[in-house]
């Protein structure tokens, strides 16, 4: 009821080895920063890329290598719909990556996908891996340790700390995101926050089915099964487990715990 396989459907996901022998879902936290570390290589390499210094202009990544795109057309369609297009010198660049001119970058390994869209604006901080036609919104701000499945969105002003997006999961807008997982097709409203600290000392605990487990972990956000939602000004307590289709309301604080599937919290 509480391992990985109950809240995701992790066939298609590019990075699923990470949740294998996992017993409860929130075990994958805990290798997280290990998984990331070791699957990341360092990509990018380019006389005008330096850390901490806004892009002066647009980049291209192509074929594993990162250009500068002054010399490309680009059409700026709805990258998670296979609809961002490059061409250089009128051929099309098949499953090119663009980095907007004023995206800040720290590190290099920053694995970047086919056909993402990274703003002007964002701040990506080592190690990250961002999935195919996946969108990094201005001044969405990624702190490392975070992957990003297929066609998802980190939206504006939106914080990723040590986190995972399945394919499909949208936070759009204004949101905070810390030591949480959003399964497939998940979306938060504007302004939703995942609380993942206790105000007291110790590890997080869990109230289960079966009563309360011991995470093992002094951080943790939020787990939303896949087809889940959250509304808009929505907050979730430290270890709240959402199974799949469930809805939190707007302006509503979801408690900590398990919640089974299809609940509506209001």
Not at 55 to 66: D, M
Request: hydrophobic letters at 35%; proline letters at 5%.
């Amino acid at each position: 009821m509480l391992s990985p396989a109950s809240f995701f459907d992790l066939e298609t996901f590019p990075e699923k080895d990470i949740f294998s022998n996992c017993i409860h879902v929130w075990d994958v936290l805990k290798q997280l920063k290990e998984y990331t570390s070791r699957r990341t290589r360092p990509e990018f390499s380019h006389r005008c890329l330096a850390d901490g210094v806004p892009l002066l202009s647009p980049f291209i990544v192509h074929n594993g290598k990162l250009r500068n795109a002054c010399e490309c057309t680009i059409e700026f369609g709805d990258a998670t719909k296979g609809q961002l297009k490059v061409k250089e010198n009128g051929q099309p660049l098949e499953g090119a990556s663009v980095i907007m001119a004023g995206a800040v970058l720290i590190g290099k390994q920053i694995n970047i996908g086919k056909g993402v869209l990274i703003e002007s604006g964002s701040y990506i901080q080592e190690p990250v891996i961002i999935g195919d036609h996946s969108v990094v919104r201005h001044g969405a701000y990624i702190r490392g340790h975070c992957i990003i499945g297929e066609r998802c969105v980190v939206g504006h002003a939106t914080e990723l700390k040590h986190s995972i997006f399945l394919n499909d999961a949208k936070a759009g807008h204004f949101a905070y995101l810390g030591d949480s997982i959003l399964g497939n097709n998940v979306n938060l409203g504007a302004g939703t926050k995942f609380a993942n600290l206790r105000f007291f000392p110790g590890s997080v605990s869990i109230k289960g089915p079966e009563g309360l487990i011991d995470s093992g972990l002094r951080k943790i956000g939020a787990i939303l099964g896949d087809n889940s939602q959250t509304g808009c000004n929505s907050v979730t307590n430290p270890g709240t487990i959402m199974a799949k289709d469930c809805a939190l309301m707007p302006n509503t604080t979801a408690p900590s715990g398990y919640h089974p599937p299809s609940s509506l919290l209001r």
